[in-house]
């Protein structure tokens, strides 16, 4: 076994490279760039070398850098993780050259692969079978009309050199397919470097299945089953599954056997990856399911695999990086139960799943329910600089079902604020009946987006979901009541200022209304709570304290100082739940102050005009059956 290994990687798969290392006795070498200073896998690791600048070019797309700083630390091995130069077959050949060990397939591997015209060709030759199409010599704009519709509408135009769904343009009719290909090549150009594109039959109801592939010196080659990783938005994994869904087992052993196939044809050594597309329009068959590509590294969704078979692919590489044999024969391999995994994400789907960095205040992942591959912590900043995946939550159960249910657990128990993330989205596509059927394709979160995004607002029952917080925490955060049973103490009508977006509101904490499961936190200004993966801020009125715990009885205070712009009721007036009192303005901006249940007007100490301060007494409503509707 290798003695120690330096990683060219950061954030999750770092950490998870250096965690398996660590535990074979391997000393590890991390390396960073300036915003990654303080970074976790500089933390863990035995030792962390800086190699540039921020962005990546300057840093970890560096080949010389990296190469030099495993010297400088006399690290024998180099993992490359995945991204970054992990699929660079000339990085591989220089570490190589330097007296390294690469830790990943030899070099013409990686180059016969890194091609998609020319690895479908070799595929093709192999006896695997490709997804039809036109694998472009001549790459004139009337050749490739003419051959695409040889194949037939829809197709799709791809960059030989594409990858993470980049340069990909689906084109339903002739007459679009001259402006597909233009813009399809822009992309390829300016991302690749190289716009050449292949053409290919668009499969309907598409399923991504890939196959894990092991491959050792010793010229023994295994798989380790398939994933199922069809839920994608625009080309990209988000959650990934193994085994596949209705994957029989003579499909099983065709498509694997077409994996090992294509391994076998390019002397394929360590972890790799073969990814087919299938037609699932009558569910997957061995004929319909056709050869993509094939990720020459350790792919970010590996560890479903080895919830499901027992086997740490990490260990495997280094161990095969060693010269050892694979530790186990294709017959020592079995399937047991079933795992998913999600990819959380810093980004907010409500702003069309923009990236959101900044400072990670707080950040509480669920790891009861199965596994957390991450590499931040509480304290630590996402930058702009990289992917904003921050963790991979892993769960594993008996079959599917059970699997479903332990993620859905870990969703709801994600506590990541203020930075946004797609928890909440996650969650409500675990638990998309159509999901639950495993009735998936490609098209799926782009089918049900607006039924998956979540509302950016919360319902009445959060609310009062955050007021048991802010009843049963005090200002340091402390538990000083049973969030469960808080009620039972609570005074009858116990109450709560809570605001959000300017608007405040008293929040009665009363037998029968429901109240949202949440988890969260509070400090003297705001309470923060967690539901289904979505966080939820309040601000807390400094007067909540009063009466206890933040317990107020129907008492309207200021939330802060402004002037009272209107009064909208009057002593003794009958009112509504939700009906607005007044209006406080204050920081330019209009906060409508509202009745916390259905009651009467008992005091109302605010007049229109008067400046107040903060947590000044504006009114008291007692409760009280519900007032009359107004005639109209
Ligand atoms: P990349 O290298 O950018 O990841 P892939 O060739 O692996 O590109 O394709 C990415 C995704 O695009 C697939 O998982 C699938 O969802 C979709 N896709 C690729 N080829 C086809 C096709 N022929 N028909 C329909 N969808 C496809």
Redesign the pocket.
């Known amino acids: 076994m290798i003695s120690s290994l330096l990683i060219a990687n950061r954030g999750e798969i770092a950490c998870r490279v250096i965690r398996t290392a660590r535990a074979l006795g391997v000393r590890t070498v991390a390396v960073y760039s300036d915003v990654d200073r303080d970074a976790l896998h500089v933390r863990i690791a035995d030792e962390a070398v800086p190699i540039g600048g921020s962005p990546a070019r300057e840093s970890y797309l560096v080949g010389e850098r990296i190469i030099a700083a495993a010297k400088e630390t006399g690290a024998e091995a180099i993992h490359p993780g995945y991204g970054f130069l992990s699929e660079n077959a000339d990085f591989a050949q220089a570490v190589l050259d330097s007296g390294l060990i690469w830790v990943g397939p030899k070099p013409d591997s990686i180059r016969a692969m890194g091609f998609?015209d020319a690895a479908k060709k070799l595929m093709a030759d192999a006896g695997v079978p490709v997804?039809p199409?036109y694998l472009g010599e001549d790459q004139s704009p009337e050749t490739l009309q003419k051959e695409a519709a040889a194949i037939g509408w829809?197709?799709?135009i791809?960059?030989v050199a594409?990858?993470?769904?980049?340069?990909?343009r689906?084109v339903d009719a002739a007459a679009d397919f001259i402006d597909a290909l233009d813009s399809c090549k822009r992309e390829a150009a300016s991302s690749f470097g190289d716009d050449r594109v292949i053409v290919?039959?668009?499969?309907?109801r598409?399923?991504?299945i890939e196959v894990q592939v092991f491959g050792d010196a010793h010229g023994n080659l295994v798989h380790l089953f398939e994933r199922d990783?069809?839920l994608?938005r625009r080309?990209?994994?988000v959650i990934e599954e193994a085994p596949a869904p209705g994957m029989d087992e003579a499909t099983r052993q065709a498509v694997c056997a077409a994996a090992v196939r294509a391994a076998k044809a390019v002397n394929y050594e360590g972890a790799g990856t073969v990814?087919f597309?299938a037609d699932a329009s009558q569910g997957l068959q061995a004929d319909r399911i056709?050869f993509?590509?094939m990720?020459t590294r350790l792919q970010v969704e590996h560890p479903v695999t080895e919830a499901i078979t027992g086997v740490d692919l990490v260990e495997w590489q280094l161990r095969v990086a060693s010269g050892e044999e694979l530790p186990k024969s294709q017959d020592e391999l079995a399937i047991a139960g079933h795992s998913i995994e999600a990819r959380l994400y810093a980004e907010d789907p409500a702003k069309g799943f923009l990236p959101s960095v900044g400072r990670l205040e707080h950040f509480e992942l669920d790891e009861e329910d199965g596994r957390v591959d991450t590499g931040v912590a509480e304290g630590d900043s996402i930058s702009p600089y990289y992917d904003p995946m921050i963790a991979k939550l892993v769960a594993h159960g008996d079959d599917r079902a059970e699997a479903i249910d332990k993620l859905a657990a870990m969703l709801d128990g994600t506590e990541v604020w203020p930075v946004k993330t797609n928890a909440g989205f996650l969650f409500n596509a675990l638990l998309h009946p159509e999901f639950g059927s495993g009735e998936i394709d490609?098209g799926f979160i782009e089918r049900h987006l607006d039924e998956l995004v979540p509302e950016a607002e919360p319902d009445e029952a959060i609310w009062r979901g955050a007021a048991a917080v802010a009843v049963a925490m005090d200002e340091q955060d402390e538990l000083v009541a049973d969030l469960a049973g808080f009620r039972m103490n609570a005074e009858p009508n116990a109450s709560v200022n809570l605001g959000r977006g300017g608007e405040f509101r008293t929040v009665a904490l009363d037998d029968e209304a429901p109240m949202a499961a949440v988890s969260g936190f509070r400090d003297e200004e705001r309470v923060v709570v967690f539901h289904e993966g979505q966080a939820y801020e309040f601000e807390l009125s400094s007067r909540g304290s009063l009466g206890g715990h933040g317990i107020a009885d129907g008492v309207i205070v200021a939330p802060m100082p402004g002037r009272v712009a209107s009064v909208e009721v009057t002593a003794g007036e009958r009112v509504a739940k939700g009906q607005r009192l007044l209006t406080l303005e204050a920081m330019k901006m209009e906060h409508g102050l509202v009745a916390p249940f259905d009651g009467t007007v008992a005091e109302l100490g605010a007049q229109a005009g008067a400046q107040v301060g903060e947590g000044a007494v504006l009114a008291r409503v007692e409760p009280g059956a519900a007032a009359e509707p107004s005639p109209a």
């Open positions: 998609k997804t199409g829809p197709v799709l791809k960059a594409g990858g993470g769904g980049k340069g990909m689906r290919e039959k668009y499969i309907e598409p399923r991504h990783c069809s994608q080309h990209q994994k990814e597309i056709w993509m590509e990720n490609t």
